[in-house]
């Protein structure tokens, strides 16, 4: 059982590449979220999905694009890579209900933008 | 506003020492979940507990326990007999119910260091 699968583990980019970073889950959670996890800051929400085809943003949105064409998948596109975006991304899972946000999260990807 | 508070930054105590970490939050909903997680240094986010707004019994799981508080929006989590293996970020998150419906949204808190000397 793989849970959340994040990739890649870690990214280089230079100021105004764009990349995806991917995220799939194969316990057919229906909900999604992308965090990011910053010195001092803790883990903020970037944007969410409660369903297929169904997004939304959440505190930190600027800067990032998602879209779920599929429960599965989940990946988060960065447009022009800025230096505020070096984090460390955290993919996570649940069920839409009854766990009430008892989130799975992937093992992290570590983006640098230089 | 939702919001989570853990005003300890980094912790360091000596092995077997008790140790609590500290969580304080705001909400506008009436009901409400409060989770713990943890963060080795190998980077992995690890669901400790939840708890639900209406539950307000403390509870303890081995060297770990949970007091939460509602007249003082508290959830603090205590490690009894510390040991080096629990060093690690510490985080609290409350949920962000959005009205009602489960959105599987979490506010952290900005973590807790703790550091376990030998």
């Known amino acids: 059982n793989a849970g959340v699968t994040q990739t890649p583990k870690f990214q280089v980019l230079k100021t105004g590449q764009s990349m995806t970073l991917q995220c799939a889950q194969d316990?057919?959670?229906?909900?999604m979220s992308w965090y990011r996890q910053d010195p001092g800051m803790g883990l903020r929400l970037i944007h969410y999905s409660v369903g297929a085809g169904i997004t939304d943003q959440g505190e930190v949105p600027n800067g990032y694009n998602v879209s779920r064409s599929t429960t599965e998948d989940f990946p988060l596109r960065l447009l022009s890579a800025a230096p505020s975006q070096t984090s460390v991304y955290f993919c996570a899972s649940s069920y839409a209900t009854g766990s009430h946000g008892e989130l799975f999260f992937g093992e992290g990807s570590r983006l640098t933008v230089l | 506003a939702q919001k989570v508070t853990q005003a300890q930054t980094e912790i360091s105590v000596v092995e077997k020492e008790d140790v609590t970490l500290d969580c304080v939050y705001e909400?506008?909903?009436?009901?409400?979940?409060l989770f713990w997680y943890k963060q080795p240094p190998s980077g992995e986010l690890v669901f400790l507990i939840r708890r639900n707004s209406f539950d307000e019994q403390n509870e303890i799981s081995g060297r770990y326990s949970w007091n939460f508080q509602k007249s003082t929006s508290s959830f603090n989590f205590t490690i009894t007999a510390s040991q080096v293996v629990d060093s690690a970020v510490y985080f609290c998150a409350l949920s962000d119910l959005d009205g009602s419906s489960n959105t599987g949204k979490l506010i952290f808190g900005q973590g807790t260091t703790l550091q376990v000397k030998p």
């Open positions: 316990m057919n959670h229906e909900y």
């Open positions: 909400t506008r909903d009436t009901t409400y979940y």
